[in-house]
């Protein structure tokens, strides 16, 4: 957690994907495509923290790292980004 009250900013880390090709693992290549393609449909954005995909609407923003970092909150894209160059 970044941050207090309305300008707290949460952050985590996506899961590593697993390179496996045994059937017990095969979904896990295709779920990470699929995410993928839905991460590539949002705007491609960077800045001092580096690259990654921005979701912003009136009730919360959402900022995806090429590192595999998620930053989300109830601000401004502007104060994601203050999070992750931190």
Known sequence: MIGQGWTSVVELKMPAAKNSTDKKNAGDSSQAAQLQAGLN??????????????????????????????FVGAVSPATLYQAAAK
Do not use: E
Request: aromatic letters at 6%; charged letters at 15%.
């Open 41 to 70: 449909i949002l705007p491609k954005v960077s800045g001092a923290w580096g690259s990654g995909h921005l979701l912003s609407g009136s009730l919360f923003s959402a900022l995806v790292t090429d590192d595999g970092r998620v």
